[in-house]
Structure formats: structure tokens, C-alpha cells
């Protein structure tokens, strides 16, 4: 019901773009374009569907990408209001176009493309050089088609996140939890034809079975409960605060390390580390990622835990970094998923959710994040994850 919900909403979002625009588009991550969807408007001078397999700015075969636009694509950042001359053909006069566009990531984090919209400025333009249209008011009009576009974009890529999160969350259901419901199945229907039908009285290995039995509904119960958890924590509507980052990464330093005093890690939190967004949302960010850090390097003999940020283009990006286990970056897409582990619960304990869960935080935020990793007992081994916000 939910995902109908959303995808409805999707389509009015589109719908609702598309008569805001002169055309809004998709690409793949060729930034080739795969979907195009065209004005209730009449559109004399081009056929936007020949954009198919194109890229946005190509309105006339060998046309280039305006430098913001390259930019952006380079660093795979938004767009917006980049500005589009088309030369004339056919005898048609020469257009001036406003290009916008926002990135779009799947639910793993894997780029996937670019979801962006064309304005036709021409006779917007061609008002003000002749003066019909006050200079106030053109800025202003400027100013509010860049606001709602934005906005637009930015909702559109937050739905397609929101659906590509929907469908993992439908595998894991499908997928999770039917293993402890196997277990459940298989040891019930050995019990029953063991000691119900032929009366035996019950044994040790009867008794195994049914804890077999108990211990799976209690990891299914545990699942859902965690998957309930996740979905109220991440849907709670976000108290945009500014956020000392650095004062809460080191309140869970001292939580860590008094939670076991024997392990002499060294800890290395930058100062001054601040942002925007919800406090409570952030500190279970923090977390997870520095509780990961702690857990993974627990065997690593002078174990190093850094907090830390970085300017990457003028996009501050934050990072925690630890020199434990690592993992085999073959793996991961599979990262962010629910319920995804690389390590057996022998090895490290954890319910595969805290990475699940900090990706929806992030991306509440505006910003994404990703791994890198080197496994044990490779020379320089540990992981590092990254993430923005509001980007």
C-alpha cells in the first residue's frame, strides 16, 4: 500500500514538473537520456523524444555541455539554471534554454543517473532586452523558477531514492526472513513426524529441535522489530539544528570506551566538526559508523579510530576510518543493504541494520555516503566510510 502511495505521488511529482517546465528528463549513468516527458504546452520548434539516447544538451546533434554542466557531472553534483544556447535550423530562430538537473543514486548507493528539467527562456529573454519586462520583476521571476525547480528536482530524486529503498526493503522481507522460517518449517515437521505421529517420547534430540525451533522465532521476531524500529526512526520528521558533531563523537568515545576499559584504542576526533540537521538522527549516524569502527578492530593490536572531514570541491565530506577487519570492496554494493553481514555473528555480533539505517539518515540529509576497505590481514587493512550532507 505504502509503495502504490508512492509511486502515485511520483507520477503527480512528474506530471507536475512537466507542466512547470518545457520538458524534464531521466538518464542512465552514460547521462544518456532514457525518459523524457514533454509539456502539456505545445512545442513548435522541437520534439523533445528525439532526446532519447542523447544527452540533455544535445537538443541539436554535436551540441556540447556548458561548463557548469560538465562540472557538475564531473563531481556528480546538481545542476541548476545552467543556461543553453540552441542555434536555429530550418530557418528557426536560435533558442536560449535553462538546463537543471539532480543526481540519482539506488538504494545501495550505486549512481544511477540524472532526473532534470528544460525551461524555454527565449521570449523571457527576449522581454527584457527589449525592456517590456522590468528588471525587478525578471529577477525575481528568475529567482522563483530556480527556487521551485530545485525543489522539484530534489523531491524527484528523494522519490526514486525512496522507491529503489522500498524495493530492497520488499527483498529482505521476501528473502530474511524466510531463513529463520525454514529453520522454523523444517525442525516442526521433523518433531511432528518423529515424536507426534509415532508417539515417541521426546528426547534430547527432540528437545534440540524444538530450541532450533525457539531460537528461529525469536531472530524472526528480533528482524521485524528491527525493521519496525528503522522505519519509525528514519520517517520522524527532521529537526533542522546546527549540530556539534564533534562533541557527540567523543560523548560515544567515552560511552565506548567505558563499556570496556581493558581495549587501549586510540581515538583521534577532529575539533570544531559542525553541521545542520536533526541531532538525534546524526548521533545515531555517528554511532553506528564509530560503534562499526570499535567492533571491527577489537582484534587489531594498537586498534586507531579517526573522526574526521575533509573539502572535497567545496563539499564537506565527513569520514570514520579504522585499521580493523576490513572488508572485500567485491562486496560493496551489497554494504548499505538490510540485513547484509560480511562477517558471521561468530565472528563480530550485529543484526546487518546500522548501515541501512545511517544511508536513510543521510540521505534525509541531503547528502549520500560510501566505502572503502582493505581486508584483514592485508597490509594497511580497515575501512573508511564517508559521508555528505546537504549537498
Same mark, same amino acid.
Given at each position: 500500500?505504502?509503495?502504490?502511495?508512492?509511486?502515485?505521488?511520483?507520477?503527480?511529482?512528474?506530471?507536475?514538473?512537466?507542466?512547470?517546465?518545457?520538458?524534464?528528463?531521466?538518464?542512465?549513468?552514460?547521462?544518456?537520456?532514457?525518459?523524457?516527458?514533454?509539456?502539456?504546452?505545445?512545442?513548435?520548434?522541437?520534439?523533445?523524444?528525439?532526446?532519447?539516447?542523447?544527452?540533455?544538451?544535445?537538443?541539436?546533434?554535436?551540441?556540447?555541455?556548458?561548463?557548469?554542466?560538465?562540472?557538475?557531472?564531473?563531481?556528480?553534483?546538481?545542476?541548476?539554471?545552467?543556461?543553453?544556447?540552441?542555434?536555429?535550423?530550418?530557418?528557426?530562430?536560435?533558442?536560449?534554454?535553462?538546463?537543471?538537473?539532480?543526481?540519482?543514486?539506488?538504494?545501495?548507493?550505486?549512481?544511477?543517473?540524472?532526473?532534470?528539467?528544460?525551461?524555454?527562456?527565449?521570449?523571457?529573454?527576449?522581454?527584457?532586452?527589449?525592456?517590456?519586462?522590468?528588471?525587478?520583476? +525578471? /529577477? =525575481?521571476?528568475?529567482? *522563483? $523558477? !530556480?527556487?521551485?525547480? #530545485?525543489? +522539484? /528536482? =530534489?523531491?524527484?530524486? *528523494? $522519490? !526514486?531514492?525512496?522507491? #529503489?529503498? +522500498?524495493?530492497?526493503?520488499?527483498?529482505?522481507?521476501?528473502?530474511?526472513? #524466510?531463513?529463520?522460517?525454514?529453520?522454523?518449517?523444517?525442525?516442526?515437521?521433523?518433531?511432528?513426524?518423529?515424536?507426534?505421529?509415532?508417539?515417541?517420547?521426546?528426547?534430547?534430540?527432540?528437545?534440540?529441535?524444538?530450541?532450533?525451533?525457539?531460537?528461529?522465532?525469536?531472530?524472526?521476531?528480533?528482524?521485524?522489530?528491527?525493521?519496525?524500529?528503522?522505519?519509525?526512526?528514519?520517517?520522524?520528521?527532521?529537526?533542522?539544528?546546527?549540530?556539534?558533531?564533534?562533541?557527540?563523537?567523543?560523548?560515544?568515545?567515552?560511552?565506548?570506551?567505558?563499556?570496556?576499559?581493558?581495549?587501549?584504542?586510540?581515538?583521534?576526533?577532529?575539533?570544531?566538526?559542525?553541521?545542520?540537521?536533526?541531532?538525534?538522527?546524526?548521533?545515531?549516524?555517528?554511532?553506528?559508523?564509530?560503534?562499526?569502527?570499535?567492533?571491527?578492530?577489537?582484534?587489531?593490536?594498537?586498534?586507531?579510530?579517526?573522526?574526521?572531514?575533509?573539502?572535497?570541491?567545496?563539499?564537506?565530506?565527513?569520514?570514520?576510518?579504522?585499521?580493523?577487519?576490513?572488508?572485500?570492496?567485491?562486496?560493496?554494493?551489497?554494504?548499505?543493504?538490510?540485513?547484509?553481514?560480511?562477517?558471521?555473528?561468530?565472528?563480530?555480533?550485529?543484526?546487518?541494520?546500522?548501515?541501512?539505517?545511517?544511508?536513510?539518515?543521510?540521505?534525509?540529509?541531503?547528502?549520500?555516503?560510501?566505502?572503502?576497505?582493505?581486508?584483514?590481514?592485508?597490509?594497511?587493512?580497515?575501512?573508511?566510510?564517508?559521508?555528505?550532507?546537504?549537498?
Amino acid at each position: 500500500m505504502r509503495q502504490r502511495s508512492i509511486r502515485r505521488e511520483l507520477q503527480a511529482l512528474r506530471l507536475s514538473l512537466g507542466a512547470a517546465a518545457t520538458w524534464s528528463w531521466r538518464s542512465d549513468a552514460e547521462c544518456r537520456v532514457i525518459e523524457v516527458e514533454a509539456s502539456h504546452r505545445d512545442i513548435d520548434w522541437f520534439d523533445s523524444r528525439t532526446l532519447l539516447g542523447r544527452r540533455p544538451w544535445e537538443i541539436r546533434p554535436g551540441m556540447e555541455a556548458p561548463r557548469g554542466v560538465t562540472t557538475a557531472l564531473a563531481a556528480r553534483a546538481p545542476f541548476f539554471d545552467i543556461r543553453l544556447d540552441v542555434p536555429g535550423a530550418g530557418g528557426e530562430p536560435s533558442r536560449v534554454l535553462s538546463l537543471s538537473g539532480a543526481p540519482v543514486f539506488s538504494g545501495t548507493g550505486r549512481f544511477r543517473g540524472y532526473a532534470g528539467a528544460a525551461h524555454d527562456l527565449t521570449a523571457l529573454m527576449a522581454a527584457s532586452s527589449h525592456g517590456t519586462v522590468p528588471a525587478g520583476d +525578471l /529577477a =525575481e521571476l528568475r529567482r *522563483e $523558477l !530556480d527556487s521551485h525547480e #530545485r525543489q +522539484l /528536482a =530534489e523531491r524527484s530524486a *528523494e $522519490l !526514486d531514492h525512496t522507491l #529503489r529503498e +522500498l524495493d530492497s526493503f520488499s527483498y529482505s522481507v521476501s528473502h530474511d526472513l #524466510r531463513a529463520p522460517l525454514r529453520v522454523v518449517d523444517g525442525f516442526a515437521t521433523i518433531v511432528l513426524e518423529d515424536y507426534g505421529d509415532r508417539g515417541k517420547p521426546l528426547d534430547d534430540l527432540g528437545r534440540d529441535h524444538l530450541r532450533r525451533i525457539v531460537a528461529a522465532s525469536q531472530r524472526m521476531n528480533s528482524m521485524i522489530d528491527t525493521l519496525l524500529s528503522l522505519s519509525r526512526m528514519t520517517s520522524k520528521e527532521l529537526a533542522r539544528e546546527r549540530v556539534d558533531l564533534t562533541q557527540i563523537a567523543r560523548e560515544l568515545v567515552d560511552d565506548l570506551r567505558a563499556q570496556d576499559q581493558t581495549r587501549a584504542t586510540a581515538f583521534v576526533i577532529a575539533p570544531n566538526l559542525k553541521a545542520d540537521g536533526d541531532s538525534t538522527l546524526l548521533r545515531l549516524v555517528l554511532q553506528n559508523l564509530i560503534g562499526n569502527a570499535w567492533k571491527f578492530s577489537a582484534r587489531t593490536p594498537q586498534a586507531r579510530i579517526e573522526f574526521a572531514a575533509r573539502d572535497e570541491g567545496g563539499v564537506l565530506t565527513y569520514y570514520v576510518r579504522d585499521n580493523g577487519a576490513g572488508f572485500d570492496m567485491r562486496f560493496a554494493e551489497k554494504l548499505f543493504g538490510l540485513f547484509q553481514r560480511f562477517h558471521s555473528a561468530n565472528e563480530f555480533a550485529g543484526t546487518g541494520v546500522g548501515l541501512a539505517t545511517v544511508q536513510k539518515i543521510v540521505r534525509r540529509h541531503g547528502g549520500r555516503i560510501w566505502a572503502e576497505a582493505i581486508p584483514a590481514p592485508n597490509e594497511g587493512h580497515g575501512a573508511t566510510f564517508y559521508f555528505t550532507l546537504w549537498e
